[in-house]
C-alpha cells in the first residue's frame, strides 16, 4: 500500500498528485495535508452545512452565464466589470493570456508557480528565467530582473507577489516602479494569488493602478483564498481592452454552479472571512518558530500562506516525503521538480497547531531518527557549513571536508587505486592542475601547465647530490631559470648541486633536450583539506554555490526590504479587512 501511494508522485511531472488519488490508494482516509496551499479556515463550517443542503440544486442545473456571476463578484469588489474576466481557475486565464498576449518571450523569476514556466513552453515560446538566489532567501531583485530583461529583449514580464513557493514579498510602491518601468513591454503579469495573506501592508494589491495601464495585468485567485481548490475560480483584472479581449475567448459556462453559490454567499460571510485570514496569519507566525527550533531546518520569511525550508545537509527530500507520508499520514510538497529549486527544500502550508505539532514530531523521527528508524539526515558534518542546495552535492562536500572530487581523487591515490601515481610529500614546488594555487599574498593565482618550464620559485628544498646522467622514461627535476618567460618544450639537463642552495641561481645556458614522448610528470602535491565553517549560500573550497549547481548566471539579489502588514483593502471578496 505505501510503494502505491509513493509512487504516485514519480509518476507527476510537475505538481503532487491530488488528493482524490492519495486518498484512493490509501485505507479511504485523506493525509493531513500540508501540501495544497489553501485557507483552512474558510468556508465555515456553517457555510458547508448550507452548501450540503443545496447540493442537490446546484449539481443538477445548469450556473449563471460568466456574466452574471462576475457581475456579482465585481460589486462586492468595487471594480467595473468591464476590467474583470472570470476564468475556470487561475490556470486557464494563464492559458488565455499565453494563447492570446505572449508573440515570442516571457521573462519570469525561478523559482515560481510551475504554470508560468511550463505553459509558454508548451506553445514554442522563449521562457527567460531569472535565477532567485539561495544566498539572498529568494528574495527578487526588481533592478537586476529589468535589467535581466532588457538584455533579454524579452517583451513579457511575470511578477509572483508574494512568490510560489518561497513566499517572497514585494512593496506596492516597488511593483508599480517595475510596472512603469515596464511601460514598453506587450504585457507585464502581476500574479497576486496568495496576496490575501500578507499583513505587513495596508494597501498592497496593484489592482486599481493596473486598470489605468495599457499594459498590465493582475491575477487574482479565489480558490486559495476561500479554501476551495476544488471549485476551480479566479480572475483577472485589467484596462478593458485587455480583459475585453481574455473575455471574449471564454467559453459561456466556464464557470461552474459551486462556484456561483460561493460568490453569492459572500456578501454575506465578510466577516468571517477577515476572521480566517487573520487566523492564517498568526499561525504562520506560530509554525515559523516551531519548524525553526529543528536543528539544520532553515525556514525563509513568508508572506503567503505556506512557509518554505531547506532541509538539514544530506537530506533528501523525496525521502523526508515519502517516510512523513507512509509513517505519519502527513503529506508535504517536496519542491525537486520546481526549476530553480532542488530536493533540498519543501514547502509547507501553514495550518492549525495542532497539526503543526504533529509535522513537527513527524519531522524529528524523519530527520534525527527518534522513533527508532533510521534519520533521513546525517549527523552534523564536520569542517564545513556549506550548502549548494543539492542534497547530492553536499553530501559530497561534507564527506571530503569541502574538497569536492579533488578530496576522493586524493583518497583514491592514497588507498593505491590501480592508474594513479601516489602523490609525492609537500614542498615539491608543483602546483595543481586544473586548480588555483595561492600567492603570497593569499590571492588565486592562475597556474600554468606542467609542460612549460617554471618561472622563479620559492626557496627550494634541500636535493641530494645525484649524477647527470638522464633517465629515458622520467622527466629530470626542474631547475629554477632566471626570468619569467616559459620555453614550450624544452627542458634543461639536471644540474648537479652540492647541497641547499638558499637562492635561486640564474642557470647556464643549456641547449635543447628533446621531450620524451611519454614523459612521466610527478603527481601533484597532497593539498591540506580546509577548516572552519563556511556560511550558507558561499561554495566551499573546491565546492559549488547554488547558481553553479543549477546552472544558472550568478546573478545575485538585493535582501528583502521588509515584510508588509495588512489593514483594510481591496480584496478576493471585496471586504474591509481587520487584522
Known amino acids: 500500500m505505501a510503494d502505491n501511494v509513493t509512487s504516485l508522485f514519480r509518476s507527476t ?27 483552512p479556515y474558510f468556508p465555515t463550517p456553517a457555510m458547508f452545512e448550507e452548501m450540503a443542503v443545496r447540493l442537490r440544486d446546484i449539481i443538477t442545473y445548469y450556473p449563471s ?25 487561475s490556470t486557464e486565464l494563464i492559458t ?65 507577489n508574494p512568490n510560489n513557493p518561497d513566499g517572497g514579498f514585494l512593496h506596492k510602491h516597488a511593483v508599480v516602479q517595475f510596472m512603469d ?40 485567485s479565489l480558490g486559495k483564498n476561500f479554501g476551495l481548490h476544488g471549485i476551480r475560480f479566479g480572475y483577472l483584472v485589467a484596462n478593458p481592452a485587455l480583459a475585453g479581449r481574455v473575455r471574449s475567448m471564454l467559453p459561456k459556462w466556464n464557470l461552474n454552479g459551486f462556484a456561483e453559490h460561493v460568490v453569492f454567499m459572500l456578501k454575506e460571510h465578510g466577516a468571517e472571512y477577515a476572521q480566517s485570514l487573520h487566523q492564517v496569519r498568526r499561525d504562520r507566525m506560530d509554525m515559523s518558530g516551531r519548524l525553526s527550533s529543528l536543528p539544520g531546518l532553515t525556514v525563509y520569511p513568508s508572506q503567503g500562506n505556506f512557509l518554505f525550508v531547506r532541509l538539514p545537509v544530506g537530506a533528501e527530500g523525496t525521502v523526508v516525503r515519502d517516510r512523513m507520508l ?30 503543526v505539532r504533529r509535522l513537527v514530531s513527524g519531522l524529528e523521527q524523519v530527520l534525527y531518527g527518534t522513533s527508532g528508524r ?12 556549506y550548502s549548494s542546495g543539492t542534497a547530492a552535492v553536499d553530501r559530497l562536500v561534507s564527506q571530503t571536508n569541502g574538497a569536492g572530487t579533488r578530496g576522493l581523487a586524493a583518497r583514491a591515490v592514497g588507498a593505491g587505486a590501480p592508474g594513479l601515481a601516489a602523490a609525492p610529500g609537500t614542498g615539491t614546488g608543483m602546483p595543481l592542475p586544473a586548480a588555483a594555487s595561492t600567492g603570497a599574498q593569499g590571492m588565486p593565482q592562475q597556474v600554468p601547465q606542467p609542460v612549460a618550464q617554471p618561472g622563479p620559485q620559492a626557496v627550494p628544498q634541500p636535493v641530494p647530490e645525484q649524477g647527470p646522467q638522464p633517465v629515458p622514461q622520467q622527466m629530470p627535476p626542474p631547475v629554477p631559470q632566471q626570468g619569467p618567460q616559459p620555453v614550450p618544450q624544452q627542458m634543461p639537463p639536471p644540474v648537479p648541486q652540492q647541497g641547499p642552495v638558499p637562492f635561486p641561481q640564474p642557470a647556464p645556458a643549456a641547449r635543447a633536450v628533446p621531450m620524451p614522448a611519454a614523459a612521466a610528470f610527478p603527481a601533484p602535491a597532497r593539498m591540506p583539506p580546509p577548516t572552519g565553517p563556511t556560511p550558507p549560500g558561499v561554495p566551499a573550497r573546491g565546492g559549488l554555490t547554488a547558481a553553479q549547481v543549477r546552472g544558472t548566471n550568478g546573478l545575485s539579489a538585493a535582501p528583502a526590504t521588509g515584510w508588509p502588514g495588512p489593514q483594510s483593502r481591496p480584496n478576493a471578496a471585496g471586504m474591509g479587512q481587520t487584522g
Open 13 to 39: 511531472a510537475a505538481h503532487s498528485p491530488s488528493m482524490a488519488a492519495l486518498t484512493r490508494e490509501s485505507d479511504g482516509a485523506g493525509p493531513v495535508d500540508f501540501c495544497i496551499p489553501c485557507n
Open 65 to 89: 452565464s460568466a456574466d452574471t456571476i462576475t457581475a456579482e463578484l465585481c460589486g462586492l469588489l468595487r471594480l467595473p466589470p468591464q476590467c474583470v474576466a472570470m476564468g475556470n481557475g
Open 96 to 160: 488565455w493570456i499565453d494563447h492570446l498576449l505572449v508573440r515570442e518571450s516571457l521573462a519570469v523569476p525561478v523559482p515560481t508557480f510551475g504554470r508560468w514556466t511550463d505553459q509558454p513552453m508548451e506553445t514554442g515560446k522563449r521562457v527567460d528565467m531569472f535565477p532567485l538566489q539561495e544566498s539572498s532567501g529568494f528574495a527578487l531583485d526588481l533592478a537586476r530582473y529589468a535589467d535581466f530583461i532588457r538584455a533579454r529583449g524579452t517583451r513579457v514580464a511575470v511578477i509572483c
Open 181 to 220: 518601468a515596464m511601460a514598453d513591454l506587450d504585457l507585464v503579469v502581476i500574479d497576486e494569488s496568495f496576496l490575501e495573506f500578507a499583513d505587513a501592508e495596508v494597501e498592497p494589491s496593484v489592482v486599481r493602478e493596473a486598470v489605468l495601464r495599457p499594459n498590465v495585468i493582475v491575477l487574482r
Open 326 to 355: 507512509t509513517e505519519h499520514r502527513i503529506l508535504v510538497r517536496e519542491c525537486g521538480n520546481k526549476i530553480g529549486s532542488s530536493s533540498r527544500f519543501l514547502r509547507l502550508v501553514v495550518r492549525p497547531q495542532v497539526d
Open 374 to 385: 533510521g534519520a533521513a539526515a546525517p549527523g552534523p558534518a564536520t569542517g564545513t557549513g
